[in-house]
């Protein structure tokens, strides 16, 4: 009979845990992320979808800017999942590799900007804890994070164009429209 209420309270402790972590995050970093997303969608408005469609057309153009800034303004701007938008404005050849680099900047941006993809802060939040309690700063962790992440979105990008360039002419696929 020990053990079964041994086990009911670890049962339920786990789930006050889970709790005690809830109103945690509703009383921090909830309202932060409720104010970022509110300002950062007054931004989107003022600046107007035409401006930042010209603005993803002229980063288009260039292979680096397409992998590393375009990705940094769509989540910024759009968050999940209008971020995936933007690789309308780049050639056939080119999207594949920016879906690529969109997905490896989630994290990263997440770091600094926790509006992008609220859905997935709790993966920065678990390591972000690990390295407070360590007594150092996460802001250095996250621009270390941000930086690393977009050399090899950019990386990732680069490489996912060529091998979608390669599949795609070996299908007989038209890789210039």
Known sequence: MEGILRFVDSFQNVFAEGGATLMDL???????VLVLLTVFNAIAALVGEKRLEKLSRFLAKSKVLSYTVLPFIGWFFLCNPMVFSFGKFLPQRQR???????????????????????AELFIWLGIAQGVSQLGLSTTGLAVRF??????LALI?????????????????LDVNR
């Open 96 to 118: 594949a590799g920016f879906i690529d680099a969109v997905a490896t900047t989630n994290g990263p941006m997440l770091s600094l900007f926790p509006h992008i993809n609220p």
């Open 156 to 172: 990732r990008g680069l490489i996912t164009e060529n091998v979608w360039v390669f599949l795609a002419k070996r299908e007989g």
């Open 26 to 32: 509703i009383t921090g970093i909830l309202p932060m």
């Open 146 to 151: 941000l930086l690393s992440g977009f050399l």
